[in-house]
């Protein structure tokens, strides 16, 4: 049943929401359905990284004052280092004290990361993001029927006439949007997303405006592989954009979330299909399992493309700014910033990384992270195990190193034994070894 649209491309009005239950029985774990349709893979030339740690991750925490929103604002422009890689940071602006860290982190000047925000679709947050002279803000677009039939009760036309009339109320006020299609994982790709986003595209085109497209995974439900059917195909998604509407890839943004454990795969996945950018939060901070890290994709983009203008150790100091100024717990286990992400307790690792650290160590991690290798002792340490503490602890060189058949090796080994014999559970701390070793290194500069 199908209403008469006033834009040139009309969606497929439908009685019943499609909720692809064959994807989605709420009863069951969702379903992953192949077609065999292979996407080429369409790298853009140039990718980036988009922030909204100040947004969306922000919504998951408990609120930050304006000195700490200027901190991190200020450690963002640290990491990117003038690239434009990390290229826009995303802000809301509904009170004050918002309104107050927008103007503080304008008042820093840095080209990088560019000052974004984000709104409720209506006249008066228009006027306000105007009146703050941001030029860009994102507009929420619910795209699913999920959401237009069981959250704002509409149906599609109606939906789509009425985010269409907010784009060009936005353009009218000299604002450029950008479109956040939400839970576009569970939505009718060609009966509503595609032709919401050739009317974008129409209307920007007679603004004389390239209008952004946020493709939001809001549950995580987006899969990677090929050959997936469409909605949950991540390729077929991003590649049908640029194929189907026209979108060129420095205007599509990938936003997802860590549900399924596949938030960091599939943001990768957006690059390698077409999307120029991909939007994080520091450490994945955000609503139930979280965003995609920053941390995360700035080694993936590091991976993809050679840039060595970054500062990645600047990653390190913000793990400790969130400790202290949050309470925030880091997950030992949590790659390139927990504590033990490379640390090693096995012995067998222990003597590997005493003959040549990139045996367990994939990349130079002191020289990219400022986190040198960490050698922990306890039950299944060995011999090598504590020789690497002592050379690790003693930043031994070369021929200053001693081996697992040193004397004071045996020594602190039968200590480490015993202690265990005895019951002991815990790994051996630092401090218990160096009181161990006292006098045998003094001519070394110890660890702090």
């Known amino acids: 049943m199908s209403n008469v649209s006033s834009y040139k491309y009309s969606v497929v009005d439908v009685i019943e929401p499609n909720l692809y239950n064959e994807f989605f029985p709420y009863t069951e774990v969702p379903k992953i359905k192949f077609n065999g349709e292979t996407t080429p893979m369409d790298l853009p030339g140039e990718i980036w990284i988009t922030d909204t740690t100040f947004r969306d991750g922000q919504q998951s925490m408990s609120a930050f004052t304006v000195d700490q929103i200027v901190s991190l604002y200020d450690y963002l422009h640290e990491i990117d280092n003038g690239s434009g890689l990390i290229r826009t940071s995303e802000f809301f602006l509904y009170t004050e004290k918002d309104r107050q ?8 000047g840095y080209e990088f990361p560019q000052i974004t925000s984000w709104i409720r679709a209506n006249e008066n947050d228009f006027e306000l993001v105007k009146k703050m002279g941001i030029k860009e803000t994102g507009m929420l677009m619910s795209c699913s029927d999920y959401h237009i039939f069981k959250k704002l009760r509409l149906n599609r036309t109606t939906c789509m ?43 920007g085109k007679q603004a004389g405006v390239q209008i952004k497209i946020r493709l ?61 950018s991909v939007n994080t939060t520091i450490f994945g901070i955000g609503e139930r399992t979280g965003n995609c890290p920053l941390e995360a994709m700035l080694v993936e983009y590091g991976q993809l493309r050679d840039d060595k203008k970054i500062n990645l150790e600047i990653i390190n100091e913000i793990r400790f700014f969130f400790e202290k100024e949050f309470d925030y717990h880091i997950d030992a286990k949590r790659p390139f910033v927990g504590d033990d992400f490379n640390m090693t307790k096995a012995g067998v690792h222990a003597d590997g990384i005493m003959k040549f650290e990139a045996i367990y160590n994939s990349f130079d991690t002191k020289k990219i992270l400022n986190r040198p290798v960490v050698i922990k002792v306890n039950q299944t340490s060995g011999l090598a195990g504590v020789a690497a503490w002592i050379n690790n602890y003693y930043d031994l060189r070369d021929d200053e190193k001693i081996t697992k058949n040193d004397s004071l090796v045996f020594k602190i080994k039968m200590w480490v034994d015993k202690e265990y014999e005895n019951g002991r559970t815990s790994s051996i701390e630092d401090h218990e070894l160096a009181a161990l070793t006292a006098g045998h ?8």
């Open 161 to 203: 006439e009425k985010y269409l009339d907010m784009v060009k109320k936005a353009l009218d006020m000299g604002i450029i949007p950008r479109c956040h299609l939400e839970d576009i994982t569970r939505a009718d790709y060609f009966g509503f997303v595609v032709p919401l986003v050739k009317n974008i595209q129409e209307i």
């Open 441 to 448: 290194f003094d001519r070394f500069k110890t660890a702090d």
């Open 216 to 276: 939001c995974d809001t549950l995580g439900l987006g899969v990677s592989h090929q050959g997936v059917e469409l909605p949950r195909s991540i390729p077929a998604m991003v590649s049908g954009l640029k194929k189907f509407c026209g979108v060129p890839s420095e205007a599509l943004e990938w936003h997802g979330h860590n549900d399924y454990h596949s938030v960091v795969t599939n943001a990768t996945t957006a690059w390698l299909y077409g999307a120029a």
């Open 101 to 108: 860290a927008v103007y503080a982190c304008m008042e820093k």
